[in-house]
């Protein structure tokens, strides 16, 4: 299996001045955005934002895997053109020294080393409390902001993308937080195979890759087959938050999730609520708000 590495080593290209459409002024010589053709986390936040707060926690937890030198982990296991949903192309992005040092330093605190196997998440928090799950988190605003807010939740976090990774390291180490566990690794993968049925309280899904040309809408994360994965792993009376910022998207996330037995529409058939106050508004939806976008925050409980 051939694959570009999904770890890169410090990456440093001339600038040059094309714009993004996400207003981002230029981004160094070859690179792509970091992800989706319309997305652009590279100019979203370096994780030092002002949401910063330290969590005081109950109990000190163990740290994952102390002691252990991080080996780069890989973000998806099955070769790439077999993925059930191939949400994410696998780009380079800007990967900086100290994203580097946060996976050499941090990642052993932080991470989990996804294996294929069954998790046991009370035993990587220590302790027994309900866990909300982000998936997709970029460069982790929203994530590190209700793992600060709700400390008496676990947060697992999936992104695919390093140097997102790499900020949100920092920012945790920063933090100092207790509840927050990583994976860098396809969240197909991760929830088919390490969560448990019923195991998770929430899941969240923010700004997914919209994936505009309707020949790639296969690619879009949220389609029939995963809608029941979630359905599956969300505890009874768990509930399932997406946001997005493409009409278009919102329109194909009611045609999928409205019609998934197990899940009921907060709002009602094909309705969204207003942004609830545990989602922030961060810096890469601000600049879609700034382009005209409308945002539309779909919650579904699990019945
Ligand atoms: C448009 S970005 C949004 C990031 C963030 N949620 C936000 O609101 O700023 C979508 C993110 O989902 C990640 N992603 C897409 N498919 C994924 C998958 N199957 N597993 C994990 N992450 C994925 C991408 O790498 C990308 O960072």
Redo the contacts with the bound molecule.
């Keep these: 299996m051939k694959r570009s590495s999904p770890f890169p080593s410090p990456a440093r290209g001339r600038q040059i001045g094309r714009d993004c459409r996400f207003g981002r002024r230029s981004r160094p010589e070859g690179e792509p955005h ?3 053709e319309s ?1 652009c ?1 590279e100019g ?1 936040d370096e994780g030092g934002s002002s949401e910063s707060k330290s969590s005081p926690h109950p109990n000190p937890l163990p740290q994952a895997g102390e002691g252990e030198k991080h080996a780069p982990p890989k973000p998806f296991t099955v070769t790439e053109g077999h993925r059930q ?1 191939r ?2 192309v696998l780009r380079q992005g800007r990967f900086t020294p100290a994203q580097q040092r946060a996976f050499d330093e941090l990642w052993p605190r932080f991470g989990i080393e996804y294996d294929g196997k069954p998790r046991d998440f009370d035993a990587v928090f220590g302790r027994s409390a309900p866990r909300v799950l982000e ?5 982790g ?2 994530l590190r902001f209700s793992a600060a807010r709700d400390p008496d939740r676990d947060h697992i976090g ?4 390093a140097p ?1 990774v790499g900020r949100l390291l920092n920012a945790l180490a920063e933090d100092d937080a207790r509840n927050v566990r990583l994976y860098h690794h ?3 993968e991760v929830l088919a195979n390490e969560a448990a049925d019923g195991s998770l309280d929430e899941v969240r899904i ?4 919209p994936w505009h040309k309707k020949r790639h809408h296969k690619r879009r ?1 949220v389609q029939p087959e995963f809608a029941a994965l979630l359905v599956r792993k969300l505890a009874p009376g768990g509930r399932l938050h997406l946001a997005t910022d493409w009409q278009d998207y919102a329109e194909h996330m009611w045609d999928v999730l409205d019609e998934t037995p197990g899940l009921s529409n907060r709002a009602g058939p094909r309705g969204s609520v207003p942004r609830p106050p545990w989602r922030p508004q ?1 810096h ?2 601000s600049r879609g708000l700034r382009l005209g976008h409308g945002v539309w925050d779909l919650l579904y409980d699990r019945s």
Excluded: K, M, R
């Design positions: 970091g992800c989706g997305t986390p979203a949903v949400s994410f998936i997709g988190f970029g460069n605003e929203a999936l992104e695919v993308h997102g396809d969240a197909v923010y700004f997914p890759d994360l961060t890469f939806e």
